[in-house]
DNA sequence: CATGAATGAGAGTTCATTCAT
DNA sequence: GATGAATGAACTCTCATTCAT
């Protein structure tokens, strides 16, 4: 029916609207002054509207924190279009990876540095959206490892360590622990290191 | 002049108890649970009276975290002591930061994680107890490539890529990222993950 | 005709079945639980529904309590059956009486204790179901009187004194005021009180 | 010193302050409308300010129902002043427990029918406002049965007895379950009950 | 020097109820 | 007849901070 459909797609608009505003306040004021009544306030709804929609104030930065992933995993994806090169693949992984996080550092904080979103996930639950975005890193780091392109053969250390040394680089920098380096053109210098890290571990 | 410098002691010691109780509570009970009651609570004064000593919270938790930065600083000197060979030194030291961070995960938290004692720094002044710290990674960086122990050639990119591998890999345990890898004994992927970047970077 | 006549069963049964999820909720769950939303998601139905057969909230805890006011007044009419002896029928409507309150606590509250119920009578109305309870104690009792058989003349005085000494007996209880006595066999006490009293109005 | 016995005297009385505007506001208004905000509002102080003077609303509504107590210990006391007669005593102190409750009628509630203060003590406390007045009932009637002057032998199932019956009365009558009664002279009705349950248990 | 007292601002959450559709 | 959507008005409680004394 028209009716139900068009009621349907109501409320997911609704959803969108509040997470979309949630996300906006916590880009531009950080994560802590993204209250529930700031939320409604800003769509002029009452606070009690929101949660027609959501449980409570955890499931709205998960689901915020969901619609990260689904940006990274898609800028992730867009990075290796038409690339066929697994070390290439991964260099820009890596580029689309550092870019994400300094476009988006309140969101990037959300993703992989607060603790608020793990902790709405259920023991029961899994980390859904974190793991998909995994997998990408997996399949490129697994590729290079079946052409013998990087010298580690482990795909977990691989991983792990790609990975952290990534997070690190951009996580360092959005708390601020990069002072030293500042006016040293810490930008460069960080796409410095990356290119270094692919040098390191490329065979050759 | 007695009487002024005794004042002056009072002080100092009045400031260092406060210190000391704000980091157990922390130490004990998390950063959350931290609050200038907490802490006044503890030391049996007003919450008034702690501000005598500091300008604001964020003051507070600047200086604990240099209380950390100085156990830090101890346990990386201790790491390389009687240890001549540069590599060598590098691993102690990485496998020093990882303990600690391990065994004071809310410590390492406010040293290279939370916003707090960062916004307490005015533009003006340094982040010199982290930058002491980094002084030491650097100084064990610069004969490995003084030399040629290592594959790097740039101090700053060798010690910016070190250091974020390191804090990436235990950041991202600190704050339960690294779900994917539970039961995989976590920990000892960890310590693999850091001996391979070793060999990566080593010469030969 | 029959249109009518269909229309007027089916809003008694949505009614009744709004009634008997009220009950079961705070049977379960206690009055604090028995929220509007809570009984219209049980039945399926939205809040607003609910609107549509009961005025507000204190309507439905008066047809509620209606309904344990039927099944208590069921289990006092049960309480005598094939007892002659007015006070044995007094002395088993008593423990009748006493155990219905024991086992629905909950009900037993709403009859008797809280507000709620009262408060949707207007001035007009009566406390029927209350009544209709109450005159099945006043038979009994004018029976004891008519007889000879107790010691008390007056009817009003007798059943208000009866009445009000088993409600206060188990309304104590249920409100958790008589920890004094715990450990000596509350249950028992209470029961021994009841006796009690039947021995002290006998006549000889 | 005089400084500190001031300031003593003043948080006292501050705490005294609360209690009587807790009182009197759930006197005129009830339990529920008696929140902390309305208490706060009242004294012209923040809502903030009552946590420094109480832990929480159940340890105001905890104590407010130790200063009804304290009243109704008073006047359980001055009842039976210059009186000998273990039965005249009892009388009194009956007449002296009615009037308390339909002139306090809120405070009854709290003392003896509301849950909230009960709530409020430890498993391992134990009622002692309670207890006091308890006890008070327990000496007079020890009396009367050390005196052989009522038809009751066991000390615990006279004071049940006696408690019951006097707060089935004055609890059935708050609660307006009494509706039956109106227009018969209901407090006189009520007093004759009282009356005519001494004449029940005395001994001849 | 120390503090008791106070507070403004704000947090998340729940509820009975209404009304246009 | 039924309801989805919405809300106003509450609620308790916590915190960093200030200031007169």
């Known amino acids: 029916m028209g009716i139900l459909e068009r009621k349907e797609r109501d409320k997911l608009e609704m959803r969108a609207m509040i997470l979309e505003?949630?996300?906006?306040i916590f880009i531009e004021e950080g994560f802590e002054k993204a209250s529930i009544r700031a939320i409604a306030d800003r769509i002029e709804y009452s606070p009690a509207t929101i949660y027609l929609y959501?449980?409570?104030?955890?499931e709205i930065f998960f689901s915020v924190h969901e619609l990260g992933?689904?940006?990274l995993i898609n800028e992730m994806t867009l990075a290796i279009e038409g690339i066929d090169d697994p070390i290439e693949q991964?260099?820009?992984?890596g580029f689309a990876y550092m870019k994400f996080a300094f476009e988006n550092p309140e969101m990037y904080d959300l993703m992989f540095i607060l603790n608020a979103p793990m902790e709405s996930l259920k023991d029961s639950e899994i980390w859904t959206c974190g793991h998909e975005c995994f997998?990408?890193?997996?399949?490129?780091i697994q590729r290079c490892i079946d052409e013998k392109r990087i010298r580690?053969?482990?795909?977990?250390i691989a991983t792990m360590s790609i990975w952290s040394f990534m997070h690190g680089l951009v996580s360092l920098k959005i708390r601020n622990r990069f002072q030293k380096f500042e006016g040293v053109e810490l930008e460069e210098l960080m796409k410095g290191s990356v290119e270094q890290m692919i040098q390191l571990i490329k065979n050759e």
Chains 1, 2, 3, 4 share one sequence.
């Open 21 to 24: 505003t949630a996300q906006q």
């Open 54 to 58: 959501f449980k409570d104030k955890n």
């Open 69 to 71: 992933f689904q940006r």
């Open 90 to 93: 991964l260099r820009q992984r």
């Open 135 to 140: 997998v990408l890193l997996c399949e490129t």
């Open 152 to 156: 580690i053969s482990n795909l977990y």
